[in-house]
């Protein structure tokens, strides 16, 4: 396969991510804040490889796609580190609500009236004891490498 078909499917790569996502939202699964987030980059990736295929610029566009799927990789396992409790999330996503000593009761209730229902730091989804941000990160790491290959053969 050359550069270009590669990124090609390195960009169907991501429009299949973003399907499943789509599909485990049609089921009933809602996405937290982070899974949101990391839809953005397969979004781009998506756009890249259309970009790539029309332009036959595939080396500075499979740059620009593995850099892509480099920040859903990064974006998936920091999501993965707050479900596993490794570190902290945005204290919005896990459910907190700030420090209550300081808080008036009217504060309080507004912020527990907006705050998310879906928490990022719970585990909605596992295949093999691994959550969907994990498997994000997997294959959004696989694909960056395609994406690097793509560049490789795309010069």
């Keep these: 396969m050359d550069g270009k078909q590669l990124s090609l ?39 890249i490889a259309g970009l790539a295929w029309l332009t036959g610029r595939v080396r500075a566009f499979a740059l620009l796609g593995m850099a892509a799927a480099g920040v859903a990789a990064g974006l998936a396992i920091y999501h993965t580190g707050v479900e596993l409790q ?45 959550s969907m941000a994990g498997w994000n990160a997997i294959f959004s790491a696989g694909l960056a490498g395609l994406w690097g290959i793509a560049a490789k053969r795309g010069a």
């Design 9 to 47: 499917l390195a960009g169907a790569g991501s429009a299949a991510l973003l399907i499943a996502a789509l599909g485990f939202q049609a089921a009933g699964y809602a996405p937290c804040e982070l899974c949101i987030l990391q839809r953005w980059p397969h979004l781009a990736a998506v756009v």
């Design 86 to 130: 490794v570190w902290a999330g945005p204290a919005h996503c896990a459910g907190g609500v700030g420090d209550l000593a300081t808080m008036s009761t009217a504060e309080l209730m507004s912020r527990l009236q907006s705050a998310p229902v879906v928490r990022c730091d719970e585990v909605a989804w596992s295949l093999f004891g691994i």
